[in-house]
């Protein structure tokens, strides 16, 4: 593929770093090498020695002063070299992408940490996003991504989407606008990246099935578009075995997939990683080094002892008691829902996720009823229109998040949120009978 022709000007222009290809290089040598080279601090002059870290099973590990030295220094931009190498040990045998075995040139599956995914996909955009570009997206999509993109001077358009996720058919609607044999003429505006959540969307929650994420890779082979398959919820896959994902179906080396292990880990340790085709992950990297440098060398070597402590069988046994967590949570606030709201609302049951994504029944918005009664209720909730390209336009959904509250709480909400629902359609209609009255 030619990647060079996705990349925006400003990413074009990124040269690497002088000084951070030094600390590298530093940072792989034998502890004889002598550097005056870096600008970085000398850790003698810092106030921490060690740490200790219990988990929840009693076992422990712990940070010695030489590890404490490097885990509060400068690190290297794509990531320390430990954490990295377990990660892409972890997407080969999770997704085993075709790409593994290419070339660095023709895309060969390359990885590198960020700072949780959502600085990858800021990353990501600021690389392939110009002002006038033409961006396809699912309709809802993450409120974070339209942050991100917005200010970007870009044209987002909506590809509907249901409780499977993105409905091929849309998108091929969608893309008829343009001629494939088109898309690589000078000033063509057809679409040059689509950005999708595979599993438990949010804000839907919903997720896709293979059959359209391979009708979907197949339209973004022919329009020769590249895919950024944003799944941060895809270790909370409810039922196995785990759907297959978009890069293990990548045999071009289109796909540019963003993982969290906010969800699973924690998410005040700001641990994701971008996989994806060589050229425009290194590219990341030269737009990290320009920002962040690189993501935190202490919370990099927290997880990296963890992991390889517990190994990947520990990882994913791990994974297994996250995923039962949530899913007898989802299964309260489908109980919940089942019992309050099912004459006033509907939904669909998410696979995956920690969202349900409700449309009220006889609301046409409910901004006002989420941001003032409810808060009057003492309950909180996403009104859905924050989750819409047009936030202004009415919008009858609500998001719900069942990761936090317990099961009463969960059950205590549902009936106030179907109260609230009554009385404020009621009130809707004693007000339009009051003003057609006077009129």
């Not at 990885?111 to 033409?134: A, H, I, R, Y």
């Not at 990296?304 to 517990?310: G, I, T």
């Amino acid at each position: 593929m030619n990647y060079s022709r996705f990349l925006t000007a400003v990413s074009a222009a990124r040269r690497p770093s002088p000084i951070r290809l030094l600390t590298e290089i530093q940072q792989r040598s034998p502890p004889s090498m002598i550097s005056l080279a870096g600008g970085a601090p000398n850790p003698n002059t810092f106030p921490f020695r060690s740490a200790s870290f219990t988990m929840n099973d009693g076992s422990t590990f712990s940070f010695d002063e030489s590890l404490m030295k490097r885990a509060l220094q400068y690190s290297a931009s794509t990531g320390i070299p430990e954490l990295v190498a377990w990660m892409k040990k972890l997407q080969r045998d999770l997704h085993n992408p075709p790409s593994v075995s290419y070339s660095p040139e023709r895309g060969q599956m390359d990885l590198c940490v960020t700072t949780g995914s959502q600085e990858g996909l800021c990353k990501v955009f600021e690389m392939l996003v110009n002002p006038g570009d033409n961006v396809l997206l699912d309709s809802p999509t993450y409120s974070g991504t339209l942050a991100a993109l917005q200010p970007l001077g870009c044209n987002l358009i909506n590809v509907a989407s249901d409780e499977h996720g993105m409905v091929p058919a849309a998108l091929k609607e969608v893309l008829s606008r343009w001629d494939p044999a088109d898309v690589h003429q000078p000033g063509s505006t057809a679409p040059r990246l689509l950005y999708t959540i595979p599993n438990g969307g949010n804000p839907t929650g919903a997720s896709m099935t293979t059959q359209r994420k391979q009708e979907v890779y197949e339209l973004a082979r022919l329009y020769d578009m590249l895919i950024i398959e944003d799944d941060p919820y895809f270790f909370l896959q409810f039922d196995k075995p785990w759907a297959p994902s978009l890069l293990s179906m990548d045999v071009d080396a289109r796909i540019i997939r963003t993982d969290s292990f906010s969800k699973i880990l924690s998410s005040g340790l700001r641990i994701g990683f971008v996989t994806g085709p060589a050229p425009l992950v290194k590219r990341v990297e030269l737009h990290i080094q320009a920002s962040t440098m690189h993501t935190s060398t202490f919370t990099q070597l927290m997880v990296s002892e963890l992991v390889h402590s517990w190994g990947q069988e520990g990882f994913l046994k791990h994974i297994d008691g996250v995923i039962e967590f949530y899913s007898k949570q989802r299964d309260a606030m489908m109980s919940s829902a089942d019992k309050w709201l099912k004459d006033v609302a509907e939904w669909h049951a998410p696979s995956a996720g920690m969202f349900l994504w409700i449309k009220l029944k006889g609301i046409a918005d409910t901004q006002q009823l989420i941001m003032e009664k409810a808060i009057e209720k003492e309950v909180l909730m996403v009104p859905g229109g924050v989750f819409m390209i047009d936030s202004s336009k009415p919008c009858p959904y609500v998001r719900a998040a069942f990761s936090l509250s317990t099961p009463q709480q969960i059950d205590e909400v549902s009936l106030s949120l179907s109260l609230s629902i009554i009385l404020f359609i009621v009130v809707c209609i004693h007000k339009n009978n009051l003003t057609r009255d006077l009129g």
